[in-house]
């Protein structure tokens, strides 16, 4: 059986925020709507209207206001004390340690 080995470790703890913006964007709205096209047609004595329909997709751009995100990350590094056991490492979070005292 050795002696217990203590040390201190680092580790980094990252997170990231969406920060929100309020700004102006071009916006598409499309919607489909049916064209027609008519020809007069004749036949002898009498003229009758022949008309095609086919759909199309018509589409307006507009400023208009919206909401963008953009990511901030930041890490923090915090310090794990440790003890060696028997070659089993057992760390302890130096921050919980920390907050319980105050408590």
Partial sequence: ???EVCS???QSECETVQHEHDVEDDVVECRNEIESKCEDVTSGYTSSQKCSDWPVQKCDVQRKPVKKYS???SCKK???SCVDHHHVLQC???RSAMKQRKL
């Fill in 1 to 3: 059986e050795g002696p």
């Fill in 8 to 10: 201190t470790e680092y």
């Fill in 71 to 73: 990511p901030e990350t």
């Fill in 78 to 80: 915090f310090q794990l």
């Fill in 92 to 94: 302890l979070d130096l």
